[in-house]
């Protein structure tokens, strides 16, 4: 008893590590997704190429996931206020406060876009990649991604930006990918699902035939 009950614990540490990773690993292409389809460059291909479960994995794309995405397609640029808005907006729809949250994201955003405009020099000016890096756990509570929740971010972007244009691979293209990506799959998903309540409803008729 001694001995089995340490190679038992030792099986349960393991499935929980491997259990953790599948779900990191899950959120790590989910992220790669989002960055990718920006561009237009993976979104067809993709959708070609991959079978119903690794779509499914894809699915419910957070806006804390889409916000990390962000890090990929322009984190290396510096922070500004139409960034800081954006983020904002996204922090809201996520956690349901109206209210900026102490030592949250968007704080540390809003902190940052002040801090480089008074910045002359690029190099000394905080970039988006150092906000959003890990933006997930940051965040007190997530969800997944909307198309009202694009809307809103969208918008807080344009309303922010001096040109009133969003930024390509920015905060709002970001969360606007993971929208059109997260509503592809739960029609994929639904479509799916009505075909195999179909096959199901028929199967009897057709053990009737035989």
Same mark, same amino acid.
């Given at each position: 008893?001694?001995?089995?009950?340490?190679?038992?614990?030792? #099986?349960?540490?393991?499935?929980?590590? %491997?259990?953790?990773?599948?779900?990191?690993?899950?959120?790590?292409?989910?992220?790669?997704?989002?960055?990718?389809?920006?561009?237009?460059?993976?979104?067809?291909?993709?959708?070609?190429?991959?079978?119903?479960?690794?779509?499914?994995?894809? #699915?419910?794309?957070?806006? /804390?996931?889409?916000?990390?995405?962000?890090?990929?397609? %322009?984190?290396? @640029?510096?922070?500004?206020?139409?960034?800081?808005?954006?983020?904002?907006? *996204?922090?809201?729809?996520?956690?349901? @406060?109206?209210?900026?949250?102490?030592? /949250?994201?968007?704080? +540390? #955003?809003?902190? +940052? +876009?002040?801090?480089?405009?008074?910045?002359?020099?690029?190099?000394?000016?905080?970039?988006?990649?150092?906000?959003?890096?890990? %933006?997930?756990?940051?965040?007190?509570?997530?969800?997944?991604?909307?198309?009202?929740?694009?809307?809103?971010?969208?918008? *807080?972007?344009?309303?922010?930006?001096?040109?009133?244009?969003?930024?390509?691979? /920015?905060? %709002?293209?970001?969360?606007?990918?993971? +929208?059109?990506?997260?509503?592809?799959?739960?029609?994929?998903?639904?479509?799916?699902?009505?075909?195999?309540?179909?096959?199901?409803?028929?199967?009897?008729?057709?053990?009737?035939?035989?």
């Amino acid at each position: 008893m001694s001995q089995e009950q340490p190679r038992r614990e030792e #099986a349960e540490q393991e499935n929980e590590s %491997a259990k953790q990773e599948d779900v990191q690993g899950s959120s790590v292409a989910r992220k790669q997704f989002v960055a990718d389809s920006i561009g237009g460059q993976a979104l067809d291909k993709d959708r070609k190429q991959l079978s119903p479960e690794s779509v499914s994995g894809r #699915a419910n794309i957070t806006i /804390g996931e889409a916000l990390e995405a962000t890090v990929v397609t %322009a984190g290396h @640029r510096p922070v500004d206020y139409s960034d800081a808005a954006a983020i904002q907006a *996204a922090e809201v729809r996520a956690t349901g @406060r109206t209210n900026i949250i102490p030592g /949250g994201v968007a704080a +540390a #955003a809003q902190s +940052a +876009a002040t801090r480089n405009a008074r910045l002359t020099k690029e190099e000394e000016k905080t970039k988006l990649a150092e906000i959003l890096a890990e %933006a997930s756990s940051k965040l007190p509570s997530d969800k997944p991604v909307t198309r009202k929740d694009a809307e809103g971010v969208i918008g *807080a972007e344009l309303r922010n930006d001096p040109n009133l244009c969003t930024r390509p691979g /920015g905060v %709002a293209a970001s969360i606007a990918a993971a +929208a059109r990506l997260n509503q592809t799959n739960s029609t994929s998903n639904t479509t799916n699902g009505t075909k195999n309540n179909d096959k199901n409803s028929t199967s009897p008729m057709k053990q009737k035939l035989n």
